[in-house]
């Protein structure tokens, strides 16, 4: 066979594989679309669950994830961004510096479900937090340190440095510099980094089985030491061992709809501003 | 002055901060390992109470998952644990209460310990399960030993029964089965696809079009687990269990097409970074040559990002041993040691994901739960460190 005739018969061969995983993500998508878009509603939304969760909404699972979301952002943003200049600007290249990327990444390569055995040891049974919003948002929180701190750390390498210099050569400080010169330019891809880990964050289940989720709870939570429902337990629960599977279907569809748009919006959000400010 | 003691505060402040990766792994190390290690030298037996035999008999000690066997009247002769050639008698507090009278054990039960004493006294071939009190000075039949958790029986033991009584079984022999075929069909899975995927990426397709692709593809990594399980619930178990006309779908095979879905984010992105790191003098040298674009991919560009390609697999691998949810899901939850794609098995993740909410806390189940913590975390730190070795020495070169 002539080479060029075995050229296009591999490069398309290779070409329909790509597309099969291209269309494999628009088959989940899509179907989870289909099937749960006739479910939602305000109601869906905006009520307690009904009747054994097979009518009503999903509010406590979707006010759960939002405050999960939410601790565990205001636990991790600072800590992981401080952690990010720290390495980035302040660590010269050498061993130290190393040794915390390595950490860093094996924090990041450790499965979900020890950040839950881990989160139920120390913040359950340990601190005696109990299962509580408190508990779940700190565990979810070590998980997306690792996500914020690389982002941080990439989005202050990508900022020239003739910035810093031109600071330095004004008579700026390191910290003045980093603080008024190099964060704002570093800003919106930071922001990214954030994005992301909310994404991360609110589709997670392993980490919050026993640390906070409740399998039925409907009411809202009122304080941080308080069980919850969570938007991805909810869909475990439904998809496995509610009352009635087959019933809870259409319930189930909604809920995955749900989780999915958010995740959906938050790749997107991030997609768009890295856009943005790359062309800048 | 106190401008340069604030400056001093703040950067001691982003300092602390950066540790605290470093000290969230090691505190996962110290907790996870404390309550994992404390499992071994604890005894399988049912709290509060022993085996015991006729004084005649020679035997010890006996490993649990013997101990199972002759529960289970698999070993129903003494020859089989090394002893006189005579069928074993098992008797446990139900028995003891149908071989004698009402008037001898007591209308409460008050002289069990009686009979239990006369019963393991005359029979030379008993083996009896009985209360820990009832062992007092004037019990005339001898306590075997239950040997104790070692990473042997651990490690070992092909039985996976926490909750079984009198004798627990903790062998996790079908967990690590389990998860090694599962991650290894997900490989097979991600592996061609995802390679076909960075290929075309970096190599053949036109920069728009990859612009378009690198995103979708993140966005795959992006869907959570419990998603990719309710889809593969919904669609791939029933789609095997008709395909193959089983009687559950729930599969390994299940598990490794979800998986590898899964692992094929981690797979193309990192091989794809590989392939556009390879120099692009090497692919004019190669076209100058006279070869084809494919010749030159297949010849010079695959090669050099070998080893990038090995990481990549490695970690879809890792991706893939410790995933949780989705495999929880879909692949049926049963503890066999099988190598039979079509079979339910049950992964290491999956057990702990499953079992924790029901072990009580601090109890020898939770211990083991956590101990198979420490392998997930043993395995997926090794996978890490290793891959962190082979690009540190990339690197170098």
């Keep these: ?180 010169v190099v964060l704002p330019i570093a800003l919106p891809n930071i922001i990214t980094g954030l994005i992301l880990a909310i994404g991360r964050v609110s589709g997670e289940t392993a980490p919050i089985l026993f640390t906070v989720a409740a399998y039925f709870l409907p009411k809202l939570p009122h304080s941080l030491f308080e069980q919850a429902m969570a938007l991805p337990y909810h869909l475990y629960v439904l998809a496995t061992s509610g009352t009635d599977i087959e019933k809870a279907k259409p319930m189930a569809f909604g809920t995955a709809l749900i989780l999915i748009t958010i995740v959906l919006i938050c790749n997107l959000l991030a997609n768009l501003i890295r856009a943005k400010f790359k062309k800048k | 002055m106190f401008k340069k003691l604030s400056q001093k505060v703040q950067v001691g402040v982003l300092a602390i901060c950066s540790l605290a990766t470093s000290i969230t792994v090691i505190l996962i190390i110290i907790f996870l390992f404390s309550e994992g290690i404390s499992f071994l030298g604890m005894k399988p037996t049912e709290e509060g109470y022993v085996l015991a035999v006729n004084t005649k008999n020679n035997l010890n000690s006996i490993s649990p998952e013997l101990c199972k066997k002759v529960f289970d009247q698999e070993v129903d002769n003494w020859s089989q644990l090394g002893e006189k050639d005579m069928p074993i008698e098992l008797v446990n507090s139900d028995q003891i209460a149908t071989l004698y009278s009402e008037e001898a054990i007591g209308s409460e039960m008050e002289y069990l310990d009686t009979c239990y004493n006369d019963y393991v006294s005359k029979h030379v071939g008993v083996f009896a399960v009985m209360p820990k009190n009832y062992v007092t000075s004037k019990f005339k039949g001898r306590v075997v030993e239950v040997q104790e958790n070692s990473i042997a029986s651990f490690v070992r033991g092909r039985e996976w029964f926490p909750t079984a009584k009198p004798i627990a079984q903790f062998g996790i022999l079908p967990l690590l089965m389990g998860t090694l075929i599962v991650s290894l069909g997900a490989i097979l899975i991600a592996l061609p696809l995802g390679l076909a995927c960075a290929i075309y990426m970096s190599e053949i397709a036109k920069k728009r079009r990859r612009k378009i692709m690198k995103p979708l593809v993140e966005l795959l990594a992006g869907i959570p687990s419990v998603v990719y399980g309710f889809f593969g619930l919904i669609v791939i178990v029933p789609l095997i269990q008709t395909l193959f006309h089983l009687d559950v779908g729930e599969t390994a095979l299940a598990g490794s097409i979800i998986l590898g879905i899964m692992a094929l984010p981690t797979i193309i992105t990192i091989s794809e970074d590989a392939l556009r790191n390879v120099p692009n003098a090497m692919r004019e040298a190669s076209l100058a040559m006279g070869a084809t674009k494919w010749q030159t991919i297949y010849k010079v560009v695959i090669p050099y990002a070998s080893s990038g390609i090995t990481t990549a697999t490695v970690l879809g691998i890792g991706r893939a041993i410790g995933e949780t949810m989705a495999v929880l899901m879909v692949t049926g939850n049963a503890a066999n040691v099988t190598l039979n794609y079509l079979k339910p098995v049950r992964t290491i993740p999956a057990t702990i994901a499953a079992e924790l909410g029901e072990a009580p806390s601090g109890g020898i189940h939770f211990k083991a739960l956590f101990a198979l913590g420490c392998i997930l975390f043993l395995i997926t730190m090794s996978i890490n460190l290793y891959v962190n070795f082979v690009s540190k020495r990339r690197g170098v070169k």
């Design chain 1, 1 to 180: 066979m002539k080479a060029i005739t075995k050229q296009k018969i591999v490069f398309s061969i290779l070409k329909v594989m790509s597309f099969m995983v291209i269309a494999i993500l628009f088959l989940i998508i899509g179907f989870i679309f289909i099937k749960g878009i006739g479910v939602i509603n305000w109601g869906f939304i905006s009520k307690m669950p009904e009747e054994g969760m097979l009518k009503g909404g999903i509010l406590p699972a979707i006010v759960g994830t939002l405050c999960l979301i939410g601790g565990s952002m205001l636990f991790a943003f600072p800590i992981g961004v401080c952690s990010g200049i720290y390495i980035n600007e302040f660590l010269k290249d050498g061993p130290l510096k190393r040794f915390m990327r390595l950490m860093t990444d094996n924090l990041a390569g450790i499965p979900s479900i020890v950040f839950g055995l881990f989160g139920m040891a120390l913040f359950v049974n340990k601190l005696k937090f109990g299962d509580s919003i408190l508990a779940g948002s700190l565990t979810l929180g070590i998980l997306a340190l690792p996500v914020i701190i690389r982002t941080t750390e990439e989005a202050l390498r990508s900022v020239d440095d003739l910035h810093r210099q031109a600071s330095y050569a004004l008579g700026a400080s390191k910290l003045y510099t980093i603080k008024k």
